[in-house]
């Protein structure tokens, strides 16, 4: 099941991990600049999500064009 699973330690407090469960093959992790490249996406519409931590996500309607490049920024 797609979601955010959050572990925590009993005994240090400051200690916690967030997994992101996603219902996709297609997902990419950014560079420490920010930027990333997903390839090899199908043609069509789609809702690009942006996960920054455990409360905060983007999303932006896109549609790929087939051999086209498309550039999309967040803030």
């Not at 330690?9 to 997994?19: K, Y």
């Not at 549609?63 to 803030?75: D, I, K």
Request: proline share 7%; charged share 25%; hydrophobic share 45%.
């Amino acid at each position: 099941m797609p979601g955010l699973v959050t572990l925590r330690c009993d005994i240090h407090e400051h200690m916690r991990a967030l997994i992101l469960i996603l219902d996709t093959p297609h997902f990419v992790v950014t560079d420490e600049q920010g930027v990333f490249r997903l390839s090899g996406l199908p043609a069509g519409r789609y809702v690009l999500k942006v996960w920054l931590n455990s409360q905060k996500v983007h999303e932006r309607p896109v549609e790929l064009v087939e051999g086209a490049m498309l550039r999309v920024e967040f803030p």
